[in-house]
């Protein structure tokens, strides 16, 4: 069955009888999954992780055991080091380069090698970014095979320069445009070839937003050079103040962006991936990216990501950045998760798999289910996953239909005391009464959870 014929048939399928758990609700919430849908593959390192260059310099990206033991807990994911200050590290085998500009700063194999034992200890890959706005491309080069000397199989990708679109904001002229940034990349990446030091692949453009001038043209200019596609995303701006609410209100623009740039890379033959995205953009908001809403804008986000056809997605942090899902004190150097963290490792919980298309409908004048985000993935083990997300504040009864014989099922819930909360608990699995067509559970208001289906 297409996805079209399934979505076309969930509203009929909304008034077939299931099977109770004895707590009934005012909103009733069906929830259809299509299983005999091929699906689409996802990898187990879809949840990524984002950090600036810098934060290798001033420590954050180390081998802590704590630290490792949480990126652990995200799954196999993907490391990319990259951001802003990407542009202003300066590479020497020495580590101590002449600085040129007052946001320079040293970088070298020690780092390298620090970074190696970070992915090696938390089994993950990495994508590195490689400095394009100082114009050194012979440094660049040495830099790319610094990364490869040490991270070996795990480097997955190099990126050459960070949202380009914007360079005339920050190292280019005015007059910067992407024809500028074509001949650059090509230029640099003529070097590092020519050295034959490079085994990864490139990746790009991570432009900041400008989909139609910088992402598909690099897409379809470079298609054969590059192995993955990647644009960035914020769903808001601090300057804007930004409150939860907005938050969890929906992007209407970003929908359409997202089937184009997921178009581009299929003409294109390579993957997408969201390189860099977060809830707020310049580091975030307080009360808004560092609570509970976050996550489950989190969620929101991944299900449309999964459910549109993304590779994976990588999410922006560290340093003092309000939204960053891990935290690292600079003092203390302690690392904590922070409530963004538990929508990622929902998600890593229901990888490697495949997704199967799915959809809800409500009932009644309140039951709309413009608030609900969910996302099935049938695992390689052949279990079932479907994540549900409730950012509305009617609680509903859910019926979950997975297309299939229900043998057992469980539930992990993810819930807080409130939207503003920052302590957010992820739940051990509890048995749900299975052995019919479908599971019946409650979904309270502000609040997702994980239904694993045998």
Known sequence: MNRASFLAGIAAAAATPAVALGQTE??????????TAAGRAVGRDFVGLSYEMKALWWGELAPDPTYVALLRGLGRGNLRVGGNQVEFGLWS???????????????????????????????????????????????SAAQAAGWQDA????????????????????????????ADYAREWR??????????????????PASAHDVYGFTIPFANEFRGRIAALSNHYYHGTAGANPTIAQLLARDATWPQRLTDLIAAANAANVPFRLAETNSISRGGTAGVSDVFAATLWGIRHMAQLLNMGAAGVNFHGGGPAIYTAIHWDDKTHAYTARPLYYALQAVAAMLPGRVLPSGATGEGPAGSASDIDSVAIVRDDGTLAVLVGNAGTN????????????????????????????????????PLVAGGATVALALPAASAVLVEIA
């Not at 005012?26 to 299983?35: C, K, M, N, S, Y």
């Not at 007052?102 to 090698?113: K, S, T, V």
């Not at 089994?123 to 100082?134: E, K, N, Q, Y």
């Not at 050295?195 to 990864?200: L, S, Y």
């Open 26 to 35: 005012t909103t009733p919430l069906r929830l259809q999954v299509d299983a």
């Open 93 to 139: 085998e020495d580590g101590k380069p002449q600085m040129v500009d007052q946001r320079d700063y040293p970088i070298g194999p020690a780092d390298a090698a620090k970074l190696a034992a970070l992915a090696e200890g938390a089994d993950w890959t990495v994508t590195s970014g490689i400095a394009l706005g100082h114009g050194e491309p012979q440094r």
């Open 151 to 178: 991270l070996g199989a795990r480097l997955v990708g190099i990126e050459i320069g960070n949202e380009p679109d914007t360079f005339f904001r920050k190292v280019r002229p005015e007059t910067y445009r992407y």
């Open 187 to 204: 230029a640099y990446a003529a070097v590092i070839d020519a050295q034959k030091r490079v085994r990864a692949p490139y990746t790009g």
């Open 395 to 430: 609680a509903r009864a859910l019926t979950l239909d997975p297309g299939r014989s229900v043998r057992a099922a469980s539930a992990r819930r993810i819930t807080a005391p409130a939207l503003d909360a920052k302590d957010v608990a992820f739940g051990k699995p509890e």
